[in-house]
């Protein structure tokens, strides 16, 4: 599976992944696991958000164990964030299935779309709009860097956005969602732990910082005469690396859009996205409020225009007790349990649904570049584990 699923949306150059949503890496990402699902006599869904299910036993009894991940990426990606849970939960019913395992309760391995975010800017689009966490006016107003919307974007891959919406009926069905992913730090490596168990998800959110100020020939206009917004924005990045370092957080200006984007000119517009984390909510606040209050201040100095946009933000997750100590128990109690910064769709599904995660060793701690890794002997580790999460919640 996993040699199959390599290629797909690999960039030459980089060696990373650019597996965006509704795309045709996507499209092939969709067909590789359409196969997978149909190969073992599954019987497979697509959803009216474009997730995809692939079910063993009746998908209407309810109270189904439901495992998986997501198959998009990042731009210049690794290969293991997402993909390595969906893998994992193929192998690890084909593990069960070896086992002789008979299920009491329906078994579903899910792709949820879009839940990097890379193409329209908002993380976990497709377990969100499920979840009504997303109304379907907003989803309407996404666009990529193209002016494509996501609608657009849904029908020219064959997909019907007229279906989009809340879908809490097939939420009602999941007795448990159990997500396997690749760790994105280094925890489990300093601890010597191949696998260990999610406690929780941090806040976190992305906010888009608009800094409006006049074009202007580079080589003719005066530094006393320029509203440059690249000083504001620079300021501001700067500022943020400051407010997360001294709050403990994290803050990161990772995407940047310039207008007119010349060599030989000054900017009319900077547009920065950043993205902030922290432990606990009133660290987060406190690290937002001093960079907005940084970026105005830099902003009225250098006579520029600010606008500061939240594009998206989800609370602390605290991943149900009972069903994470459910998971240390089956996997022998002596497991290590680590909160994370990443979101994840199990996160989104938290509300509707008891949820969890595995991890699996990263020895680099290095995630979202193609230096990402988790060793062979680590990630059958981790299909075992699920195997045996699998085995404890859904059969006899």
């Known amino acids: 599976m996993w040699r199959d699923l390599l290629p797909i949306g690999r960039h030459r150059g980089s060696g990373g992944y650019r597996r965006f949503a509704w795309t045709a890496a996507d499209t092939d990402c969709r067909a590789w696991f359409k196969a997978q699902a149909e190969a073992r006599g599954l019987s497979f869904e697509l959803d009216r958000n474009g997730n995809q ?154 906010w888009r910082f608009d800094f409006h100020g006049e074009a202007n020939h580079a080589g003719t206009t005066s530094l006393e005469d320029r509203r440059d917004p690249m000083l504001s924005y620079a300021a501001t990045v700067l500022a943020a690396r400051q407010q997360a370092r001294l709050a403990g957080a994290l803050a990161t200006f990772g995407k940047i859009a310039v207008e007119p984007n010349g060599v030989n000119a000054i900017p009319s517009l900077v547009r920065g996205w950043l993205d902030s984390r922290a432990a606990d909510q009133g660290t987060l606040d406190t690290v937002i409020a001093g960079i907005e209050a940084a970026a105005h201040e830099h902003a009225d100095r250098d006579g520029i225009d600010l606008s500061i946009t939240r594009e998206s933000f989800t609370p602390v997750v605290e991943f149900q007790h009972a069903l994470r100590d459910e998971l240390a128990k089956l996997l022998g109690g002596a497991i290590p349990v680590l909160g994370t910064g990443a979101g994840h769709d199990a996160g989104i599904l938290s509300a509707s649904a008891p949820t969890a995660m595995l991890f699996v060793r990263n020895p680099t701690g290095i995630s979202h570049s193609p230096a990402e890794y988790a060793a062979e002997d680590d990630c059958v580790a981790g299909v075992v584990a699920l195997a045996d999460v699998l085995e404890g919640l859904a059969c006899r």
């Open 53 to 206: 299910w692939a079910w063993l036993g009746d998908p209407l009894a309810g109270d189904a164990v439901v495992t998986g991940s997501h198959l998009d990426s990042v731009p210049d990606g690794g290969a293991f964030d997402g993909p390595l849970g969906v893998v994992s939960s193929f192998a690890a019913l084909d593990e069960l299935r070896r086992r002789g395992a008979e299920f009491a309760r329906p078994l579903a391995i899910t792709n949820f779309g879009d839940e990097e975010g890379a193409r329209f800017g908002l993380a976990c689009v497709g377990s969100r709009l499920a979840a009504g966490q997303l109304t379907v006016d907003k989803a309407h107003e996404l666009r990529d860097a193209d002016g494509v919307s996501l609608p657009e974007a849904m029908e020219r891959a064959g997909q019907d956005p007229g279906t989009i919406g809340p879908d809490p009926e097939r939420l009602a069905r999941i007795g448990a969602f159990v997500e396997l992913h690749v760790e994105q730090g280094r925890a489990l490596d300093l601890s010597g732990d191949p696998v260990g168990i999610a406690s929780a998800i941090w806040p976190h959110g992305r």
